[in-house]
């Protein structure tokens, strides 16, 4: 399959700072890239849908202004996490796709710790 | 919205025993429905899919169920490992579209006692 990329793995920060979590798509151009949350023992929540050169639509409950995410280009997707909070501790997995492929495709995940 | 119903939370089997996740989705549209395996910390991994037109796929000792007039998809796990032990997550997915996400279920601790 597909290789998704993610960046950093894991990363801890002070309250009040942002964070910048980059994924990319190393083989293939990702038309749609997708960002999750998921709390200890829960499911994978679905955050944010991007496209590539469009804004991003944000599932309901998710504070546009606090997870901004930029796509760029095909291969790259960002989230920031402005004013981090220790609420917004969390495991962040990003995922891609595109028109070839029906499977979406996962990145690692970032470990993100808010002191 | 889709909504995608899983059960059991958790589930404990010995080895060797069987285990079968069962999952209800409630958009009839769905017509593709993948299953992860996601261990403790890492990325979820797709085990099986199957698509609308097909009832039932298996991959060694994978199975994957689907009845399209109920609405529900099962996973089946034969001849359980230690190594099987890990959170699985059942999906379905709309047609194609704009908006290609997936609608995840909430997860199978699945523990292979040894």
């Known amino acids: 399959g597909a290789v998704v990329s993610q960046h950093p793995s894991r990363v801890i920060c002070k309250s009040g700072t942002s964070v910048k979590i980059e994924c990319r798509s190393l083989?293939?151009?990702?038309?749609?890239m997708f960002w999750y949350r998921q709390f200890p023992k829960q499911s994978l929540m679905l955050m944010a849908t991007?496209?590539?050169?469009?804004?991003?639509?944000?599932e309901q409950g998710v504070e546009k202004d606090k997870f901004l995410i930029n796509h760029a280009s095909l291969t790259l997707s960002t989230l920031t996490v402005t004013s981090a909070h220790p609420e917004d501790s969390s495991f962040y997995i990003c995922?891609?796709?595109?028109?070839?492929?029906?499977?979406?495709?996962f990145g690692p995940g970032t470990r993100l710790t808010v002191l | 919205g889709e909504n995608v119903e899983q059960h059991p939370s958790t589930l404990s089997v010995q080895e060797g025993d069987s285990a079968v996740i069962k999952c209800t989705y409630s958009?009839?549209?769905?017509?593709?429905f993948p299953w992860y395996k996601q261990e403790l910390g890492k990325r979820p991994q797709l085990i099986i899919d199957?698509?609308?037109?097909?009832g039932e796929k298996k991959d060694q000792r994978i199975a994957v169920t689907l009845n399209k007039t109920a609405k529900h998809f099962s996973l089946h796990i034969t001849e359980t490992q230690p190594e099987d032990s890990a959170v699985y997550f059942c999906?379905?997915?709309?047609?194609?579209?704009?908006?290609?996400?997936?609608?995840f279920g909430s997860g199978t601790q699945l523990t292979v006692l040894p």
């Open positions: 995922s891609a796709t595109s028109f070839s492929y029906n499977e979406q495709f």
């Open positions: 083989d293939f151009q990702a038309t749609t």
């Open positions: 991007s496209n590539e050169g469009s804004k991003a639509t944000y």
């Open positions: 958009d009839s549209a769905s017509n593709y």
């Open positions: 199957i698509r609308s037109n097909v």
């Open positions: 999906a379905a997915k709309p047609p194609e579209g704009s908006a290609r996400q997936l609608t």
